[in-house]
């Protein structure tokens, strides 16, 4: 390879050429090696010649080039420039076409890339952008990805050298949010005749309730439809409580609403998504909110965060910052004629309650991605035993509760409690209360001994219920649970679940988990009457066989026997021990020696300790 002295850069004028000096820069002596170069020293200062040269390499510092045997250097460390006006209202379905000018001197722009996502996505996809004009480049997105969703990108542009830019310039944590228009987006569930429903709308209108249901459920006639939104001023309110259309708030996203008309109905509305480049601000009062997604698409609560005063904070845990208590129950309720606790997914067009159990007024941080549905466990690790507490009504679920043990607990309500959230129109619930709030979980201090919870159930008629429990996480072994009813001085065991009744406005009874010692104590010190007797016999009249169902309060021997008008004993239907509770036994109609009883009136005799009661039932032909 030839070489060539140093001295060299500074004679060009041999060469006849216009000779410009430049800046002094730092060549590694490798680089001048590279292209057929060397020197003792590792500064130069170069010079400018005219013509067009040649690249010939590349190096961390800039661009080297040949002209006539001789070195130089373009020095470049700039990143190319973006000039770019983001687009405004688009409409959905409809192509959209990204420009921006790219420019980068001296190096030139290798390449100009959008990057962009749909609403709920977290990856990008790549579109290269193609150059329509010296300086303009344009890509443009399908159809199909512009949706109601919306769509956020950047542009990424880099030149020959590597140089890379962006825009915005801290993406892809910083983005470019479309507004994307569509029209008439029609809710995708009816509602129904004569029952609530809480509403939402998944993205921004002008906020009116007029433009969004008039033109769907008609003029406003509250015969005819009611809109609702919660506004606690105070903690002691019910009804009082909620602001109805026409003074209501406006369809604000991340706001839900309870609606309830006269006949089936499908509503729209035309609006804009609302920005998907960073989590969305919902502000939480004092107490009961209804909250919604502002998204359209379904979105993770257990990633929902508080903002209070610049800072997050989890959703379900408690923290004191200066003068005030920061905690957001971990509760997200929906419903759908019948309320369901701990929901872990935020669903477009539905509404939910939570609750905000701090001392002052706290905001969410709603994240706009996308969630896979599943499902949330209704236990906590270290809340043990947990009880299951099921109302149904003609035998379908309708409100479930939660009561449970944890060491951590305190004697009087706190975090691990979660209120129930208020009743609405024509309703049935079960709920725990406790120091006079209604929980739909209750936790109480664990002990060796055992706890008690109040149960209330309620309606807002008299109505026909059943009441079932179900053991999710174990309880110790020396325990056992009883259910009391206190208006008519009975002990329920868990075999004479499901227990029914009626419930006229509230019905309270009592669940006791513990040791046998604990249970007698509950009992002597309760100012329950538990005595034993006859409860009632079903069907009566019967056909082939009624069930005989007995109270026992005490563990003793019970005796049943089927009498005719002349006292004539016919059938031995039980004789043996039984445990305190409620029993059911059946009788098919025969006698002792298994003929069938003919039509008529007969009696069933109970006997226990001493207790004497008679019950009269019809048999049927």
């Given at each position: 390879m030839k070489r060539w002295?140093?001295?060299?850069?500074?004679?060009?004028?041999?060469?006849?050429?216009?000779?410009?000096t430049c800046a002094t820069y730092s060549i590694p002596a490798s680089v001048l090696a590279s292209i057929g170069q060397e020197g003792s020293s590792d500064s130069y200062r170069l010079t400018s010649i005219g013509g067009q040269a040649s690249p010939i390499g590349f190096g961390q510092s800039g661009e080297y080039s040949l002209y006539q045997g001789f070195a130089s250097l373009v020095s470049d460390n700039q990143p190319p420039l973006i000039a770019h006006t983001p687009p405004g209202l688009v409409v959905a379905r409809m192509p959209l076409e990204i420009q921006a000018k790219v420019s980068d001197m001296p190096s030139g722009v290798d390449s100009v890339i959008l990057w962009f996502r749909e609403g709920g996505r977290t990856i990008f996809r790549r579109k290269a952008m193609q150059s329509i004009s010296d300086s303009t480049y344009a890509a443009t997105v399908s159809p199909s990805l512009v949706t109601e969703k919306g769509l956020a990108y950047y542009i990424e542009a880099q030149d020959v050298l590597g140089n890379t830019s962006t825009l915005p310039a801290n993406a892809p944590s910083h983005l470019v949010t479309v507004r994307v228009w569509y029209n008439d987006l029609v809710c995708p569930f009816t509602l129904p005749a004569r029952r609530y429903r809480m509403i939402s709308l998944p993205g921004s209108t002008n906020g009116l309730p007029d433009s969004v249901l008039l033109d769907d459920l008609g003029s406003y006639d509250p015969a005819r439809w009611r809109l609702g939104r919660w506004n606690a001023q105070s903690a002691a309110c019910s009804s009082a409580c909620y602001d109805e259309y026409p003074e209501i708030e406006d369809f604000a996203p991340g706001r839900a609403f309870w609606l309830i008309c006269d006949e089936p109905h499908a509503f729209d509305f035309s609006g804009t998504n609302v920005d998907i480049a960073r989590p969305y601000q919902v502000h939480l009062k004092q107490g009961w909110n209804q909250i919604a997604t502002p998204f359209a698409f379904p979105t993770d609560w257990p990633s929902v965060e508080i903002l209070y005063e610049g800072k997050n904070y989890p959703v379900g845990e408690q923290y004191v910052v200066g003068h005030d208590t920061i905690y957001v129950e971990d509760n997200l309720i929906?419903?759908?004629?019948?309320?369901?606790?701990?929901?872990?997914?935020?669903?477009?067009?539905?509404?939910?309650?939570?609750?905000?159990?701090?001392?002052?007024?706290?905001?969410l941080l709603i994240p706009p991605v996308a969630s896979i549905p599943e499902m949330k466990s209704l236990a906590t690790p270290n809340i043990s035993p947990l009880l299951k507490i099921d109302l149904k009504k003609n035998g379908s679920l309708v409100s479930q509760a939660?009561?449970?043990?944890?060491y951590d607990a305190s004697d009087a309500k706190d975090w691990l409690d979660l209120?129930?959230?208020?009743?609405?129109?024509?309703?049935?619930?079960?709920?725990?209360?406790?120091?006079?709030?209604?929980?739909?979980?209750?936790?109480?201090?664990r002990t060796s001994s055992g706890a008690r919870w109040e149960v209330t159930v309620e309606a807002s008629q008299k109505t026909p219920v059943s009441l079932d429990l179900e053991v999710i996480s174990p309880i110790p072994a020396t325990w056992q649970i009883a259910i009391y009813d206190p208006?008519?001085?009975?002990?329920?065991?868990?075999?004479e679940l499901p227990y029914a009744f009626d419930v006229t406005r509230a019905k309270t009874l009592w669940v006791v988990a513990g040791t046998d010692e604990y249970i007698d104590a509950y009992e002597r010190g309760s100012g329950l009457h538990l005595r034993s007797r006859l409860l009632s016999a079903t069907p009566n009249p019967f056909s082939n066989e009624t069930a005989i169902r007995f109270f026992v309060a005490r563990q003793s021997h019970v005796k049943l026997a089927a009498y005719s008008v002349s006292g004539r004993e016919l059938a031995r239907i039980a004789s043996t021990r039984f445990e305190p509770g409620i029993h059911s036994v059946s009788w098919n109609g025969k006698t002792r020696d298994g003929r069938d009883i003919s039509a008529g009136v007969y009696f069933i005799e109970f006997t226990c300790d001493t207790v004497h009661q008679t019950y009269k039932v019809v048999r049927l032909h």
């Open positions: 002295p140093i001295s060299i850069l500074f004679l060009t004028f041999l060469l006849g050429f216009a000779v410009q929906s419903y759908d004629g019948t309320y369901h606790s701990f929901e872990s997914v935020l669903e477009p067009w539905r509404g939910y309650w939570i609750y905000n159990a701090s001392t002052t007024d706290v905001d939660l009561a449970g043990l944890c209120h129930a959230p208020p009743p609405i129109g024509s309703y049935s619930r079960v709920v725990l209360y406790d120091d006079g709030d209604a929980f739909v979980r209750s936790v109480k201090r208006d008519l001085d009975l002990r329920i065991t868990q075999d």
